[in-house]
């Protein structure tokens, strides 16, 4: 991917200078589902960087004064719907409420909708992760519906899966259009 640049923000595939960076912020997962992509040395963070260093469905987050990674951005494609597509993002809780998060996504979704032809996005959240909730918000999202136990990432303490139920956000590039539109 050619990198994107915003007003503090670099979003550019992923290198080997990030994996301590990864690391920090995969160690300890904040929400149930990256508890799948848990990382716990930096010879394991090392590898994840050089697998996604080629992958542009895994973007790395960096402020631009530093070039220090603070999170990621994630999407693909539908297979069955080449204008769809699926977008997520995990950040370092050391830089939340910074708006990073809101900058670069929205970043990422102009790039998306103007460069990638891209007419439908969306993204899953969990029911109990209100800042992601409140991102999709904040990004123009509309909340399409509710999956009642939708999926598991975790185990009960009896061993039972411990399924989340979860919400649907969603953003079509005419809506997004003229929200640009609205905010001239």
Not at 84 to 99: A, D, P, Q, V
Not at 135 to 162: A, I, N, Q, W
Request: aromatic share 12%.
């Amino acid at each position: 991917m050619k990198p994107l640049e915003t007003t503090r923000l670099i979003l550019r595939n992923f290198s080997a200078l990030d994996a301590a960076g990864l690391l920090e912020y995969t160690a300890n997962p904040r929400v149930n589902c990256f508890m799948d992509h848990q990382i716990s040395t930096i010879e394991e963070a090392a590898a994840e960087v050089e697998k996604r260093s080629n992958d542009d469905s895994h973007i790395a987050v960096c402020l631009k004064d530093s070039n220090e990674l603070i999170g990621e951005l994630f999407g693909m494609k539908e297979e069955r719907d080449s204008d769809t597509y699926s977008i997520g993002w995990n950040f370092n809780g050391r830089y939340e409420g910074k708006g990073y998060a809101s900058e670069s996504a929205g970043a990422y979704i102009e790039h998306l909708f103007m460069e990638q032809g891209i007419r439908r996005l969306y993204a899953y959240v969990e029911d109990d992760n209100f800042r992601s909730q409140k991102l999709c918000e904040k990004l123009g999202m509309r909340r399409e519906g509710l999956f009642l136990e939708f999926v598991s990432f975790v185990k009960h303490e009896d061993g039972t899966p411990k399924y989340e139920n979860t919400y649907q956000y969603a953003l079509l590039k005419k809506e997004w259009l003229a929200q640009q539109e609205a905010r001239k």
